[in-house]
């Protein structure tokens, strides 16, 4: 599939905004900062995460709408889904080593396996697709219901309480987000193909390059906070 240098840039800036986030996570659960900064308790943490999660999301949906533009076959969707779902595999586990009672069932990654399938199938649906995700995004507003607060059906999102989990995306409203980018792309093609195909500034070469390895940074980069942050603590833990 032909790469599109802007789309590359966004979702690397999507990455670096995530890693910033999760630094600071990073720092709160080693001690490092103080606990009114808690990210998950903070407005100003929780919008982040959100925007951030927004960003992602979007740029996962017009990725979709550039691949059944270009006529990106089965073959090729499942080796790059499989990817996807060997990650959240790995998410899984690790958090379950590091977060035993919180650990991670149904992450981004998780989310995103998901929501591919879904929004491969989906995507003939053209000016459809818009409704879906306004659907998609309503829905949980209007109803949820205590049916959903298990673990078989918590990851649709229509549950009145969240789960115990270091990270939790659920089908809904997420999908909607995604489905705004394939909607949204389908029209750039369609219409506006300079938006997403033109030059790329020299500057945010860098960043272009960063976002197509999202999902390998993805992976790497909470180890290795985790490692320098460790071996920070205990080097300052010393006599």
Same mark, same amino acid.
């Given at each position: 599939?032909?790469?599109?240098?802007?789309?590359?840039?966004?979702?690397?800036?999507?990455?670096?905004?995530?890693?910033?986030?999760?630094?600071?996570?990073?720092?709160?659960?080693?001690?490092?900062?103080?606990?009114?900064?808690?990210?998950?308790?903070?407005?100003?943490?929780?919008?982040?995460?959100?925007?951030?999660?927004?960003?992602?999301?979007?740029?996962?949906?017009?990725?979709?709408?550039?691949?059944?533009?270009?006529?990106?076959?089965?073959?090729?969707?499942?080796?790059?889904?499989?990817?996807?779902?060997?990650?959240?595999?790995?998410?899984?586990?690790?958090?379950?080593?590091?977060?035993?009672?919180?650990?991670?069932?149904?992450?981004?990654?998780?989310?995103?396996?998901?929501?591919? #399938? *879904? $929004?491969? +199938?989906? @995507?003939?649906?053209?000016?459809?697709?818009?409704?879906?995700?306004?659907?998609?995004?309503? =829905? %949980?507003?209007?109803?949820?219901?205590?049916?959903?607060?298990?673990?078989?059906?918590?990851?649709?999102?229509?549950?009145?309480?969240?789960?115990?989990?270091?990270?939790?995306?659920?089908?809904?409203?997420?999908?909607?987000? #995604? *489905? $705004?980018? +394939?909607? @949204?792309?389908?029209?750039?093609?369609?219409?506006?193909?300079?938006?997403?195909?033109?030059? =790329? %500034?020299?500057?945010?070469?860098?960043?272009?390059?960063?976002?197509?390895?999202?999902?390998?940074?993805?992976?790497?980069?909470?180890?290795?906070?985790?490692?320098?942050?460790?071996?920070?603590?205990?080097?300052?833990?010393?006599?």
């Amino acid at each position: 599939m032909k790469r599109l240098p802007r789309l590359d840039a966004l979702r690397g800036l999507a990455i670096i905004w995530m890693a910033l986030y999760h630094f600071a996570f990073d720092l709160n659960h080693f001690g490092l900062l103080e606990p009114r900064q808690f990210p998950s308790d903070d407005p100003v943490w929780i919008v982040q995460r959100t925007l951030i999660l927004s960003l992602f999301l979007f740029c996962a949906g017009l990725g979709q709408a550039m691949a059944t533009t270009q006529a990106q076959g089965w073959a090729r969707f499942w080796r790059r889904w499989a990817q996807v779902a060997g990650c959240a595999l790995l998410v899984s586990v690790g958090s379950w080593m590091v977060f035993p009672r919180s650990w991670i069932a149904f992450g981004v990654l998780h989310a995103l396996c998901v929501m591919l #399938l *879904l $929004a491969r +199938l989906v @995507a003939p649906w053209r000016r459809g697709l818009w409704l879906l995700a306004a659907a998609a995004l309503v =829905l %949980p507003l209007l109803w949820r219901h205590e049916a959903f607060n298990g673990p078989a059906l918590s990851w649709i999102g229509l549950v009145t309480r969240k789960p115990v989990t270091e990270d939790y995306v659920p089908l809904l409203p997420w999908f909607g987000v #995604l *489905l $705004a980018g +394939l909607a @949204a792309g389908q029209w750039l093609s369609a219409r506006r193909p300079g938006w997403l195909d033109g030059a =790329l %500034p020299p500057g945010l070469a860098p960043l272009a390059a960063l976002g197509r390895w999202s999902l390998s940074f993805y992976m790497v980069h909470q180890p290795v906070f985790f490692a320098l942050l460790m071996a920070w603590t205990a080097l300052r833990g010393r006599p």
